[in-house]
Structure formats: structure tokens, C-alpha cells
């Protein structure tokens, strides 16, 4: 009988890790595989609608690195925005001095957290003219 529940929770556990979204910022095509997701569509869309995609389903992810200006998910946002590598600590730090801009309130959504952020760096002389070639 103490089969039964093991092999219901192992169950459960398989089906949740097979509903996870996972994206690979270093493939050239930048594609995500997500449950019912079409890979062939991701490789045909933007890099800004890459970056949306990547930045919605990793938003908390994000936020999390974004306020320590470190990690994974913010290293990835970087790859995808082309930041090249010498000068993603800058960038690191920069999100990191903007997180109360990037994110002023619990409601802020990918979407606005994107919007000040290409905002902020239009602005400032170290990320303009990257921005602006975009």
C-alpha cells in the first residue's frame, strides 16, 4: 500500500517537469520548447519577441537576479540582447541600480519592466548607441 502513493507523487512530479518552459539563449535560433509550444514558430520570430517571450516566462527568475545583479536568467536576457560579453557586469550592475524603476510595484508586468528597460538604457551614454542599433 505505500507503493500506491510513492508512484502517484513520482507521477505528479513527471508530469510537472514535462510543463516546464525552457529556453536556450545560446542555440543560434534562440527557440524555446514549451508544453504546446511550436519550435518552429520561435525560430521565426524577432529577437524582441524572443527577448518578450524569454522575459514573461522567466519573469520572476528575472526579477530575482535583476535585484542581486547576478545569475542564469540575467545572463540569458543579455545573450539575448546581444550585450556583448565584456560588458555585461556593466549591464549587470545597471539593471541592478534600476530594479526600483524596472520594477515599481508588485502588479509590473514583463511587458513594462521591458519598456523601462529600453528606456533606461537608451538613456545612459554606456548602452545608447547598442540600443539604438537594434
Given at each position: 500500500m505505500?507503493?500506491?502513493?510513492?508512484?502517484?507523487?513520482?507521477?505528479?512530479?513527471?508530469?510537472?517537469?514535462?510543463?516546464c518552459?525552457?529556453?536556450?539563449?545560446?542555440?543560434?535560433?534562440?527557440?524555446?520548447?514549451?508544453?504546446?509550444?511550436d519550435?518552429?514558430?520561435?525560430?521565426?520570430?524577432?529577437?524582441?519577441?524572443?527577448?518578450?517571450?524569454?522575459?514573461?516566462?522567466n519573469?520572476?527568475?528575472?526579477?530575482?537576479?535583476?535585484?542581486?545583479?547576478?545569475?542564469?536568467?540575467?545572463s540569458?536576457?543579455?545573450?539575448?540582447?546581444?550585450?556583448e560579453?565584456?560588458?555585461?557586469?556593466a549591464?549587470?550592475?545597471?539593471?541592478?541600480?534600476?530594479?526600483?524603476?524596472?520594477?515599481?510595484g508588485?502588479?509590473?508586468?514583463?511587458?513594462?519592466m521591458?519598456?523601462?528597460?529600453?528606456?533606461e538604457?537608451?538613456?545612459?551614454?554606456?548602452?545608447?548607441?547598442?540600443?539604438?542599433?537594434?
Amino acid at each position: 500500500m505505500k507503493t500506491l502513493p510513492k508512484l502517484a507523487f513520482v507521477s505528479v512530479l513527471a508530469i510537472s517537469a514535462a510543463a516546464c518552459t525552457v529556453i536556450d539563449p545560446s542555440s543560434s535560433s534562440h527557440s524555446s520548447s514549451s508544453s504546446g509550444g511550436d519550435s518552429k514558430s520561435a525560430s521565426l520570430m524577432t529577437r524582441e519577441q524572443r527577448i518578450a517571450r524569454f522575459t514573461e516566462n522567466n519573469f520572476d527568475q528575472l526579477k530575482r537576479d535583476i535585484s542581486i545583479g547576478q545569475g542564469e536568467y540575467l545572463s540569458s536576457l543579455a545573450s539575448l540582447m546581444q550585450i556583448e560579453p565584456a560588458r555585461r557586469p556593466a549591464f549587470f550592475a545597471f539593471a541592478q541600480n534600476n530594479f526600483t524603476r524596472l520594477f515599481p510595484g508588485p502588479q509590473t508586468r514583463a511587458a513594462d519592466m521591458l519598456a523601462v528597460l529600453d528606456r533606461e538604457m537608451r538613456a545612459d551614454p554606456r548602452f545608447a548607441q547598442r540600443v539604438a542599433l537594434n
